[in-house]
């Protein structure tokens, strides 16, 4: 069994990572930072112990050759690199502070990434990032109450919410979080803090979501995140899977998605326990593709686990896209009848597609504006799809409808990325939408939580939004062929 890490983060920060061109180069007033930070040696006696010594939790084989995996691909990219290895409690808030000086008068459009990787733990709603030299001494801290406990980690671990806080909250400076970690509480199953509804609620909660930030789990709620694997026992699965995705180049936004589908393949093939969680800021959702923050493609990363190839939920290679003009609209679960065009300036209203409520319903929306028809077409095509598979899917009724320029610029959306929002108080809707978005990798789906409808969550109700601009990133080109 591979070891596991209570907590690892993975900050990173973006605006796009468009495939560039040498005549796309980055604009020289935006700047490119990265902080690194990795703590293995968790009682600093320079050398890895595969058995805890107490009072300090138990070493970990990767953090730090995670960081060397990761900074090839930074340093390609234009980073200035901040990298710490082994940092006590002082030296990660000193390392922090510095770093988040560094990013304060960042210009319009720059790029700020932070990885941390060691051990940590979520307790009562909180994220703990666990320093080195932290002495942890388990039967000492059970016996103390709940508010005891959490005093403890505050005062001895460090806060990943408090080191959100300090880096830059500006809407135009793309902040992309990725925490590689468990997400699990310290204490055992028999403890009073799984009887307690409250803290049981609370170990679920995730870090709050900043405008300007896209934040990324390694792992859902609860569970642990992976230190090795049998296949690549040099790094973590996560790390492994975003340096991979990385090296691809690409816009940020679907790097992100990438990762969120590869390392799902990965535990519905059996091979992890978990899989990621990914939660969109607003802001970041209305950052436009451009090119002169673009990550260019990487050919030195050393090859490792090969890319899972299938996943039950994918769809068939072949697949065949429906054209606009066959879906279906359907006035009742019996009868069907085409639309009368398949355009989209013809097409400003809701269309029908499945009219069934044995599962979650879907809204897909489109957006209008320039690229329309493609979005257009697109979304009905993989309304159409979702519709033939909506018992797999465990969606019910299914409907598209355009969303106009003006309420998307002036209104409360401002979307540009294909989205996909659920309730955060209804957590199995997550799961539907991980499903479906890993079914359609080519769609770069970026899970929101939603406010439901008219700002009240809505069981049982999830939405997607095709925005992208497909005449720029030809995702509409990666439909399945006929």
Not at 163 to 169: A, G, P, S, T, V
Not at 238 to 251: C, P, R, T
Request: glycine content about 4%; overall charge neutral.
């Amino acid at each position: 069994m591979s070891m596991t890490r209570l907590l690892c983060v993975v900050l990173l920060a973006s605006a796009s990572f468009t495939i560039a061109s040498p005549a796309l180069a980055q604009s020289e007033r935006t700047h490119r930072v990265a902080l690194l930070i990795g703590n293995w040696d968790y009682n600093m006696n320079r050398k890895f112990d595969n058995e805890p010594s107490d009072p300090f939790v138990s070493d970990l084989s990767n953090p730090c050759r995670d960081i060397e995996r990761l900074r090839p691909l930074l340093e390609h990219n234009r980073f200035k690199i901040h990298e710490y290895c082994n940092s006590d409690r002082a030296a990660f808030e000193r390392n922090i502070d510095e770093f988040s000086n560094s990013t304060k008068k960042l210009p319009k459009g720059s790029i700020v990434f932070v990885y941390y990787a060691g051990h940590g733990i979520q307790y009562l709603g909180q994220a703990f990032a666990l320093p080195v030299l932290i002495r942890f001494d388990r039967n000492t801290i059970e016996q103390k109450q709940t508010k005891e406990r959490l005093k403890f980690f505050k005062d001895n671990a460090n806060s990943i919410a408090r080191l959100l806080e300090r880096l830059n909250d500006d809407d135009n400076i793309a902040l992309v979080v990725a925490l590689d970690n468990c997400r699990n509480s310290p204490f055992g199953e028999d403890s009073e803090e799984r009887v307690d509804d409250e803290a049981v609620y609370n170990n679920a909660v995730s870090i709050r979501t900043r405008p300007n930030t896209l934040i990324q789990y390694a792992t859902t709620a609860g569970d642990r995140a992976g230190d090795s694997s049998i296949d690549n026992p040099e790094n973590s699965p996560y790390a492994e899977v975003l340096s991979q995705e990385i090296a691809k180049g690409g816009d940020i936004g679907d790097i992100m998605s990438r990762v969120d589908v590869e390392i799902y393949k990965r535990y519905n093939s059996g091979k992890l326990d978990a899989y990621t969680e990914t939660n969109t800021g607003p802001a970041f959702s209305a950052l436009k593709h451009s090119p002169d923050r673009a990550f260019d493609p990487f050919t030195g990363l050393k090859p490792s686990m090969p890319a899972m190839t299938a996943v039950a939920v994918a769809p068939s290679q072949a697949a065949k896209p429906a054209p606009a003009a066959s879906i279906t609209v359907v006035p009742t679960a019996r009868s069907a009848t085409p639309p009368s065009t398949s355009s989209a300036s013809a097409s400003r209203h809701k269309i029908l597609v499945r009219n069934i409520y044995d599962g979650t319903s879907l809204d897909i929306i489109w957006c209008e504006g320039p690229g329309e028809e493609e979005r257009f077409r697109y979304a009905s095509w993989i309304a159409t799809d979702i519709a033939r598979r909506a018992r797999e899917f465990e969606i019910g009724r299914i409907q598209i409808k355009p969303l106009s320029q003006l309420k998307n610029e002036h209104g409360r959306y401002n979307v540009y990325r294909n989205l996909m929002r659920y309730d955060i108080e209804y957590p199995d809707e997550r799961k539907v939408l991980r499903r479906i978005a890993a079914a359609y990798p080519q769609s770069h789906f970026l899970l929101q939580r939603g406010i439901g409808v008219g700002g009240r969550p809505l069981q049982n109700y999830v939405s997607a939004f095709i925005c992208e601009r497909f005449a720029d990133n030809n995702l509409a080109a990666d439909e399945p062929k006929q």
